[in-house]
Structure formats: C-alpha cells, structure tokens
C-alpha cells in the first residue's frame, strides 16, 4: 500500500455515528474538541464554521467538511451568534427556532480509531479539509455517507468490517482533496506525498521498513544532495528522516503488539532491528515501558 493507506490502515476507524442537525433563525453550538475524526456534509441552506486559531468558514449546501482530529470549534448561522454548548451524541439536534420549517440542515458524524497510534498518526493529516460542492467529489463523499448511514442502521453479517472498509475509505477520498484551509499550513504526510522526491522516499521506506535506510541513501532515492534531502524533508514532514522512520516502526510494532499475534522477535525481525533485545531497548526508550507491558495492558503504561 502507498503511506496514506498505510496510515489510514493503521487507524483502524471504526463504529460511526452520525446524526441530523437542523437549525432556522439564528443559531449557534459549541462543541468541545476531542481525538476522533469528524465529518459534517451539508444538506440544506448555509452556516458558519470557526475552528479555533482559524477565520470563520462558510459552508453551504453540498459541501463537505472533514477533522482528522477533531479540534474545538463553533458552527451557526453566522459567525458571531451567541451558542450553546453540544454534545455529540447520537440524536437528531434541533437549534435556534424549534417552530417551522429548518433553513438549515446537515449531517454530522464522528467515529472511533484506534488509540495507541493516534497522536502520531493524526499528526501526519492536515486539521481540516473543506470540500465544496462546486468540486463534485462532495457528491461522492455523499454517497459514501449515505452507505455509511445505512450499514450503521442494519445488523448485516459482517457489519463491522464492512464498516470499517467504508470509513478507510471516505478518510482516503476526503485527504485526496488539495482544498485545505489557506492558513493550515503544518507539515505532515500529505505534503510530503505532494512533493515527487519525498513522495519517492517515503513509499521506498514504507515499503521496506526493514531496510538499513541512511540519510545519504534516502537522499539517492529523492534525487537530491544529502543536504538539500535532509532540510526538504524536515520542512514538508516537520521531522528527520530518519526520525520520521523510527516514529513509523514504533507505530507498527505498537500495532502488533495491540494485536497480540507475533513474539517480539518477529516484530523485531520485520521493522529493521537486529534482535528482540535491541527492539525492546528502543521501545522503552521511546514509550517509556517494555514492549511486554505494553501489550498487556492495551498500550496504556499507566495500567499495572
């Protein structure tokens, strides 16, 4: 798979929920941020979004928001409306005017990733991706919501991994858009696919993670001098690329580990170390606890 599937892969998103939001008049909602992908799509009239730290955003019918990590933010029928404080859970919302018919609706969803991996990996995606209707893969976004919808309402065999499928997918088509907001400009994975030398040495190094990578070897890859490779990289990635390749195998042997099917010699033997001893050094250096804790208490070191 190329990087992106990987990371989205290893995110493992799962069990969505989603809900209609109305509003009419003027209106307005708060809602706390939290370390989960969001979506909202809209399906009638326009509003307003502000993500802290951002310009307000409008949005209108058609067009479709996606938060890899969801940070706090405010939407309603213009920027500066007085709001209530939301919740996100998984009932119909109703704001503003309770009478009449809505000038107003959307849908907004959130679901679950798995969490050992999530800071770094969420680091990787821009923070917000606004796609408008006029670009038509909105339309396709909706689509896959529309599926989305209804394989949450069933109890289908299979629900769960069919599920999972979809939502690897709607992350992936979201993160194909260029259309990021003008002022998120952090460095990260989707940057650095955006540029062909880096793009070459991160699907070189995601594709053979076990590799004894050098920066003088990556910088053959990219094309570039060892330097100019080193500084590229650290701008459009906002880390080394070395660093960047410890981080990614950290990543796959948290993974493993989570999963609980492989000793550590073979998790070892498949992300680049020479022996289990040598993995489980570096690990405890990184995570602060030996591999062997880790998995038993589900990746969080505070657990005894």
């Known amino acids: 798979m190329d990087p992106l599937s990987d990371v989205i892969a290893l995110l493992r998103p799962r069990t969505a929920i989603s809900k209609p939001v109305a509003g009419r008049g003027d209106w307005g909602v708060r809602y706390a941020a939290h370390n989960a992908p969001g979506f909202s799509i809209i399906l009638k009239g326009e509003c307003w979004f502000t993500f802290d730290g951002h310009q307000p955003l409008r949005v209108e019918k058609g067009d479709f928001i996606l938060l890899p990590s969801t940070p706090a933010f405010t939407f309603g029928s213009r920027p500066d409306a007085e709001f209530v404080l939301g919740d996100p859970l998984q009932s119909p919302a109703r704001h503003g005017e309770q009478d009449g018919d809505a000038d107003f609706e959307s849908l907004g969803g959130t679901f679950e990733i798995e969490q050992a991996n999530a800071p770094l990996l969420l680091a990787l995606l821009p923070r917000i991706v ?6 038509g893969r909105a339309g396709r976004l909706s689509r896959m919501i529309e599926l989305i919808k209804e394989e949450c309402a069933g109890e289908e065999p299979g629900r769960d991994l069919i599920l999972q499928r979809m939502l690897e997918v709607l992350l992936i088509e979201a993160l194909r858009w260029r259309g990021f907001f003008s002022d998120d400009v952090r460095a990260g994975l989707i940057n650095g696919m955006r540029d062909p030398a880096i793009a070459r040495v991160l699907r070189a190094m995601h594709a053979d993670v076990r590799a004894h990578w050098t920066v003088a070897s990556l910088a053959k890859v990219a094309g570039l001098s060892r330097s100019a490779f080193a500084a590229r990289f650290g701008e459009v990635l906002g880390c080394g690329p070395i660093e960047y390749l410890a981080r990614w195998r950290m990543a796959l042997a948290k993974d493993a580990l989570i999963r609980g099917s492989k000793t550590l010699d073979r998790i070892a033997d498949e992300i680049g170390y ?31």
């Open 130 to 135: 606004h796609i408008p209707a006029s670009e």
């Open 274 to 304: 020479e022996s289990a001893s040598a993995f489980s050094t570096a690990f405890r250096k990184r995570l602060g606890c030996p591999p062997g804790r880790f998995a038993r208490t589900s990746g969080d070191p505070r657990t005894s």
